[in-house]
Nanobody, 123 residues
């Protein structure tokens, strides 16, 4: 059983930056590929970014490509999402999740999820 805890969300003005963290416990973190998803009010949860277990490959949604960077530190059992040039449309609850598949843009193959962290971008 893997537990995931996201942190780092908050309120930021458009054009600003935030760094989200997702700390894992209860499993072998380095065996999992990791993904970030987000869900805005009234919308479905959508894929944001993913990183392989080794950190050797990353994948991004077109909407965040060039602005967001996913990374991981397997010695700290943590995955990060650096978000720059934030836009109001980035406002959502952000979730991290684990999967043993690559690359997966749908939510179903992700096994464990965190509780989410709110990101609000004001215009």
């Amino acid at each position: 059983q893997v537990q995931l805890v996201e942190s780092g969300g908050g309120l930021v003005q458009a054009g600003g930056s935030l760094r989200l963290s997702c700390a894992a416990s209860g499993g072998t973190f380095s065996r999992y590929n990791m993904g970030w998803f987000r869900q805005a009010p009234g919308k479905e949860r959508e894929f944001v970014a993913a990183i392989r277990w080794s950190g050797s490959n990353t994948y991004y949604a077109d909407s965040v490509k060039g602005r967001f960077t996913i990374s991981r530190d397997n010695t700290k059992n943590t995955v990060y999402l650096q978000m720059n040039s934030l836009k109001p449309e980035d406002t959502a609850v952000y979730y991290c999740a684990t999967t043993q598949k690559w690359v997966v843009l749908d939510t179903d193959p992700y096994d464990y999820w965190g509780q989410g962290t709110q990101v609000t971008v004001s215009s």
